[in-house]
C-alpha cells in the first residue's frame, strides 16, 4: 500500500498544496513550525479520520478559512482508492471512499493503517495510562471491527453505571445495577482479552527491534497489566461493590488497565536516558507496524515525524538502514537539517524523493 497522491486546500498553515510521492522514502525537510508536521497529519486523517495531535477539526482548519479539505490516491494491493476527508465549520465532517460517504466513520478505520512515531510519544512512558490504553485502543481498532464495537459498549456502559451511582437509589437501583454489570462484563472481558493477546505479541518483536537499534546493549519488556490478571471481573465488581457506591463511580474494570515498560528489569521511565525511551519507543511502534502488516496482508505507510530528536547518529542510521529494507514500505521522514538527511541517506539504494518546507509552502526537489 502507498500513497501516489495528496491534495490539501486550507489545512492547518498549508492553503493549497498538490504533491506526488514515490513509493519508498518521501523526505521532507524544512525549519521548525514550516508545516512538515501538518502534512503527516494530513495522510493520518486519511486513514484515521482525526488528527494525531489532539485537535479538534476546527483547530485543523487554515486561520481564516471555514473548512478543509484532504483528499488522497492511493495503491492498495491491486485496487486504487481515493479518499476524501472534509470539514467545514458548522456543518461537521465527512469521509468519502471513492466518491460515496461513510455512514458512520468507524467503517473506514483499519482499510489504510499507517505508524507514526512522532515526539508526542513521550506521554506513552511519561503520562498516565489512558495514554497507553489509548495506544492500544487505536492499534486494535484498525486489526479488530468487533473490538472497536466492544470498547464503545463497555464506554457507554460504564457510563451508565456512573450515572447510576451518582442518583440518589431508587427502588429498583439493584435491579438495574446487575444489569449493568452483566454487560458491562461481557464488553470488558473482551476488550480485556484481545489487549492481552495484543501486548503479548508484541513484547518479542519489541524486544527484537530494540537490540537492533541498540546494538543489543540493554534489555527491555512490556507486559499487561490489568486487575483481571489475577481475578474475575465479576469478582471484581461484587468486591468493589461498597467503594462504588461511596465513591459514585467504577474503582475496577479494564479502563484502569495500563502496559508495563522495563528496561533492565527497572522502570524504563525512571531508569531510561532520553536516547534509550525514544529507541523503546521507535521499536514500539516497529512493532505495531509489523503486527498490522502480518495481520492485514500488506505494509502500512511509515510517519517518521522529527525522528532524529534524542538519538545519536548510530541508532538514526541503524533506524534508517531497518527501515530502507523490503519489510517496510512507503515512508514519509520529516527533519530541519537537509545536510543531517543527505548523510544519512547517503549509501542507500531505496527510491526517494526529497521535500522542501516553507511557511506552509511544499516544493517537491528531487
Known amino acids: 500500500m502507498y500513497l501516489q497522491r495528496l491534495s490539501l486546500i486550507h489545512f492547518k498553515n498549508i492553503r493549497e498544496a498538490d504533491l506526488a510521492f514515490c513509493g519508498k522514502l518521501n523526505c521532507l525537510v524544512g525549519d521548525n513550525g514550516t508545516g512538515k508536521t501538518n502534512l503527516i497529519d494530513a495522510i493520518h486523517y486519511l486513514s484515521l479520520c482525526k488528527s494525531a495531535f489532539n485537535l479538534t477539526d476546527g483547530q485543523s482548519v487554515n486561520h481564516g478559512a471555514d473548512f478543509f479539505t484532504i483528499e488522497g490516491k492511493f495503491t492498495l494491493g491491486q485496487s486504487r482508492e481515493e479518499i476524501t476527508c472534509a470539514f467545514k465549520k458548522g456543518g461537521g465532517k465527512i469521509v468519502r471512499r471513492n466518491g460515496k460517504e461513510y455512514e458512520k466513520l468507524s467503517e473506514h478505520i483499519g482499510l489504510l493503517p499507517v505508524v507514526l512515531v512522532s515526539p508526542s510519544d513521550t506521554s506513552l512512558i511519561h503520562e498516565s ?18 473490538y472497536l464495537h466492544a470498547l464503545i459498549r463497555y464506554n457507554r456502559i460504564l457510563a451508565e453505571r456512573n450515572k447510576l451511582l451518582k442518583q440518589l437509589w431508587s427502588g429498583n437501583f439493584e435491579e438495574i445495577l446487575e444489569v449493568l454489570d452483566r ?92 536516547g534509550e525511551q525514544k529507541s523503546f519507543l521507535v521499536a514500539l511502534k516497529l512493532a505495531q507496524f509489523e503486527v498490522i502488516a502480518d495481520h492485514s496482508g500488506y505494509k502500512p505507510i511509515l510517519l517518521l515525524d522529527d525522528i532524529f530528536d534524542k538519538l545519536d547518529m548510530e541508532r538514526v542510521r541503524r533506524l534508517i538502514r531497518l527501515v530502507s529494507d523490503d519489510r517496510f514500505g512507503q515512508i514519509f521522514i520529516t527533519d530541519s537539517n537537509k545536510v543531517r538527511l543527505d548523510s544519512i541517506l547517503q549509501g542507500l539504494d531505496p527510491e526517494f524523493r526529497l521535500f522542501t518546507v516553507e511557511d506552509g509552502v511544499l516544493s517537491s526537489v528531487q
Request: charged share 35%; glycine share 6%; net charge neutral.
Open 129 to 146: 495510562g489512558e495514554d497507553r490504553r489509548k495506544f492500544l485502543n487505536t492499534l486494535l481498532s484498525q486489526l479488530d471491527r468487533e
Open 183 to 274: 454487560q458491562l462484563i461481557e464488553a470488558g472481558e473482551r476488550v480485556y482479552a484481545k489487549r492481552r493477546e495484543l501486548v503479548e505479541k508484541l513484547a518479542p518483536i519489541v524486544e527484537k527491534y530494540y537490540a537492533v537499534l541498540s546494538d543489543d546493549r540493554e534489555q527491555v519488556q512490556i507486559a499487561y497489566k490489568s486487575e483481571l490478571n489475577e481475578t474475575p471481573f465479576e469478582e471484581l465488581l461484587r468486591g468493589a461493590y461498597e467503594k462504588d457506591r461511596i465513591l459514585q463511580h467504577t474503582t475496577v474494570g479494564i479502563h484502569r488497565d495500563d502496559i508495563r515498560m522495563t528496561i533492565g528489569g527497572y522502570p524504563l521511565r525512571k531508569y531510561g536516558s532520553q
